[in-house]
């Protein structure tokens, strides 16, 4: 079987695609949290907890918002029942998030509603969604970032 070559895509168009996917992606998870009465804040906050507790700062960090505005998303989500606060088990002065599980049962009823995106993974065979997987872990996850000039 002879392969043709692919054409040559430059980072811009591929910068441009990562960020027509990512608002597709955004804008499903968005209407998906609103359906569980939660901003997308709060439904990204479930969603990188869903990977194990946190600490405040953490959460910060990575949802790129002030820590008092963190304070405010997780005291929302705890008086919701769907996360709590406990104390780290290294340092007692620091405060981890922890998803209680009704906050993992909502977390994956958002996900599951996210038809748009669920539509076009399934469009992907098993093969290609190990690949993709792989593409965008060593593409943001494998490698710091870095600052460019």
Do not use: W
């Not at 168009?13 to 499903?28: I, N, P, R, W």
């Not at 304070?71 to 709590?84: H, P, S, Y």
């Not at 669920?118 to 690949?131: A, F, I, M, S, V």
Request: aromatic fraction near 4%; charged fraction near 25%.
């Amino acid at each position: 079987m002879r392969m043709t070559a692919l054409p040559r895509v430059d980072p811009a168009q591929l910068m441009e695609l990562l960020s027509v996917s990512l608002a597709a992606y955004y804008g499903d998870f968005t209407l998906a949290a609103a359906s569980e009465s939660l901003t997308a804040s709060q439904g990204k906050t479930l969603s990188v907890l869903r990977r194990g507790p946190a600490s405040m700062s953490a959460l910060a960090t990575t949802l790129t918002c002030d820590a008092s505005n963190m304070t405010g998303i997780v005291d929302r989500l705890e008086k919701r029942g769907l996360v709590q606060r406990e104390p780290s088990p290294s340092d007692r002065r620091v405060k981890n998030v922890v998803l209680t599980s009704e906050g993992k049962r909502v977390i994956d009823v958002i996900r599951g509603k996210m038809h748009h995106t669920l539509d076009g993974l399934d469009r992907l065979d098993e093969q290609e969604r190990t690949t993709l997987y792989a593409l965008l872990e060593r593409v943001f996850v494998a490698q710091p970032a870095t600052a460019r000039p």
